[in-house]
């Protein structure tokens, strides 16, 4: 059997687990698979990593030109993160004819227009299961599973960290101050965790699974992006006291040529399957037109559930296979599609009133003026004579809704809109 010669660039934590797994299971892989592949090079900027994961320091590689020029190097494994040098790179290898398995999310959703063209030109694959939600196999699930079904909907939970947090908010009533610190202290969160927090990461997650789901590329820069540092432990009592946990969810839609695609906290009703979905865990919950609903859960990040999908794009790339998505107006949504804004949701408002007469009254009167219909309200009384006033509506424009805010906003009697969060 013919050994088949393979190059890691990146050895991180995730580029690490791919070697862990091509290294402990390379007999498995060879009976079960019928492919022997060998780690021929590890491209870093020095060896230290190799030394510490216990890798063949040999194996060590500081030049990008010299992997490109090796030409018994047939697929390389692009683990390095972030977009540059990682672009020029996976470019500089597709142009030598090197197929890439990247778990780039951030490239792949700001760079795959232009990358897949290069890979199409030169006849190799760019494969990227590992680029959203870990371990689970959601990538090849959309393009394998069940290709006659239109996908209608997507809902993820595809950021670990944030889930951590919240649901550590949940379980200890805590604020999202404490829960980021612990996340940080235990490595779920990064130091500078803007990219998480701020719902960057499961922006670009959903820019490749929309963009999958529904056959039409999804710009990254065209999703509604809302983070959760904004989410008090105040909006969680609230959420407990109504029947909900708070998620941060990707979701994806299409209607005909109407998509929505959005990220931002959720109140998810405690019985839907979401809502269990707690810790660094993720979940992409998805309904298609005759399969119905399905939900694919597992870990979304970590060396070796990461590494896992990575070995599977290994295998499937020196298997000969190679898919492209050829979409007709790449970088830019398809022109015969319209992505909405104004999409119908129900609302979780909470705002700080002046606890006089009257005021629920002036509320929600603004409330119905702009079709806005109170499904339930809770008051509570505060000190120095306020009160924390809690709405949740039935399904609502978002414009009237945010129309609503504004007017309640300039009511004399209301000190403040502390919190919106949208309702599944
Ligand atoms: N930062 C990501 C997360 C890692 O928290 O889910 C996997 O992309």
């Known amino acids: 059997m013919k050994t088949r010669k393979i190059a890691i660039m990146g050895f991180g934590t995730v580029g690490g687990g791919a070697y862990d797994i091509l290294t402990a299971n390379r007999e498995y892989i060879r009976n079960t698979q019928g492919i022997d592949i060998e780690v021929r090079s590890i491209l870093d900027r ?24 090796d030409p018994e190097i047939e697929l390389v494994i ?20 090197k197929s890439v398995v990247t778990a780039n999310k951030e490239l792949l959703a700001k760079h795959w227009c232009e990358l897949e063209p290069i890979a199409k030109a030169h006849g190799c ?4 299961e590992a680029s959203c939600v ?15 079904d239109k996908v209608r909907a997507i809902y993820g939970i595809i950021n670990g960290t944030t889930n951590y947090i919240l649901s550590k908010m949940s379980k200890e009533g805590c604020d999202y101050a404490d829960a980021l610190k612990e996340a940080q202290a235990l490595g779920y969160a990064e130091f500078d965790p803007t990219s998480d927090v701020e719902g960057f990461d499961a922006a670009y997650k959903l ?12 710009p990254y820069g065209r999703i509604y992006r809302e983070g959760i540092t904004k989410v008090t432990a105040r909006d969680i009592l609230n959420a407990h006291d109504l029947g909900y946990e708070i998620k941060l969810l990707a979701i ?36 298609g037109d005759f399969v119905g609903d399905l939900m694919f859960y597992g870990a979304g990040a970590g060396a070796h559930p990461t590494g896992s999908a990575i070995v599977s794009d290994v295998i499937t790339a020196l298997g000969g296979k190679k898919k492209y998505c050829d979409f007709d107006n790449c970088g830019k949504l398809d022109g015969s599609m319209e992505l909405i804004g104004d999409f119908v949701s129900g609302y979780y408002i909470c705002v700080t009133v002046d606890d006089k007469t009257g005021v629920l009254s002036r509320i929600s009167t603004i409330l119905s003026d702009n079709g806005v219909s109170i499904k339930s309200a809770l008051q509570r009384a505060e000190n120095n004579d306020a009160a924390t006033v809690v709405f949740l509506t039935h399904s609502a424009n978002e414009h009237s809704v945010m129309h609503s805010l504004q007017s309640i906003a300039k009511l004399a009697d209301v000190r ?9």
């Open 252 to 287: 994806g839609k299409r209607d005909g040529n109407s998509i929505e695609a959005r990220v931002h906290p959720v109140f998810v009703p405690k019985d839907h399957p979401l809502a269990s979905v707690s810790g660094a865990f993720n979940a992409v919950y998805l309904n």
């Open 207 to 218: 820019s490749i699974l929309g963009s999958l789901a529904f056959h039409t590329c999804l």
């Open 78 to 97: 692009e683990t390095m993160g972030g977009v540059e040098p990682a672009r020029s790179f996976i470019i500089k290898m597709l142009e030598h004819g």
């Open 416 to 424: 403040s809109i502390d919190s919106m969060i949208r309702v599944l």
């Open 134 to 148: 870990g371990g689970v196999p959601i990538i090849r699930a959309l393009g394998e599973s069940f290709q006659g």
């Open 125 to 128: 694959g760019l494969f990227f």
């Open 46 to 69: 020095n060896s230290a990593p190799l030394s510490a994961r216990g890798a063949d320091v040999s194996l060590f590689c500081s030049s990008a030109d010299e992997l490109a020029g």
